[in-house]
Structure formats: structure tokens, C-alpha cells
């Protein structure tokens, strides 16, 4: 059986090499439009951030994508991030603890 190669990918706040798939994604695309890519497959270049909130925090405490992006990114993108990464974390937590309480079950 032929293993598949997993792609990694380096948060940006915490420099850890960690799964694609356990990462968020962050897109500027060519008219400089910042967005969330919560699927993974948005054009444009992307920098990557750990499912975690206090990888998060360091990112707009750091104005991490002003480097990442080479461009000056407004205070307001931050603020969306911030809000919309902390839901998604959420969402992602309990998604994983119930996994974890059906494979108990099971």
C-alpha cells in the first residue's frame, strides 16, 4: 500500500511544522482583499495559523500579517480575524470532543 504524503505547513505566530489540515488559513488574493479560507483551497497567497487561541492572539498582538503579506494590513482585518478564528477554534474544540465521546461510545 502506497502511503500518501501528508502536507505540513509552518504557523506563522509559533513557527511549529504542523498538518495542513490542523492549520487556518489566511488569504490575500491578487487585489490585495484579505479573507479566512476555512477550506483550504482559496486562490491566492496564503499564510497559515494554528487552531489554537493563542496562536491567534499573537498574530494581531504582532501584527504577524503585515510581515507575512509584505503590506500594510488595517486594524479592522485583525479585529475580523480575531472574532471568526476564536468561533472557529470553538467550533473545532467541541467537533473534536465529540469525536472523542463517540469513539467511547462505539
Known amino acids: 500500500m502506497i502511503r500518501k504524503k501528508i502536507p505540513l505547513r509552518m504557523c506563522i ?8 489540515r490542523d492549520l487556518l488559513r489566511i488569504v490575500r488574493n ?7 479560507d476555512f477550506k483550504g483551497k482559496a486562490a491566492g497567497r496564503g499564510a497559515y ?10 498574530c494581531i498582538k504582532k501584527k504577524l500579517l503585515n510581515k507575512v503579506f509584505s503590506a500594510e494590513i488595517p ?14 477554534i470553538l467550533k473545532r474544540e467541541e467537533q473534536k470532543r465529540a469525536e472523542e465521546n463517540n469513539e467511547k461510545t462505539d
Do not use: H
Open 49 to 58: 495559523i494554528c487552531d489554537s487561541v493563542g496562536c491567534v492572539e499573537k
Open 75 to 88: 486594524e479592522n482585518v485583525y479585529e475580523y480575524i480575531g472574532n471568526d478564528y476564536k468561533n472557529e
Open 30 to 36: 491578487n487585489s490585495g482583499v484579505i479573507s479566512l
Open 13 to 20: 505566530a509559533c513557527r511549529e511544522m504542523k498538518e495542513k
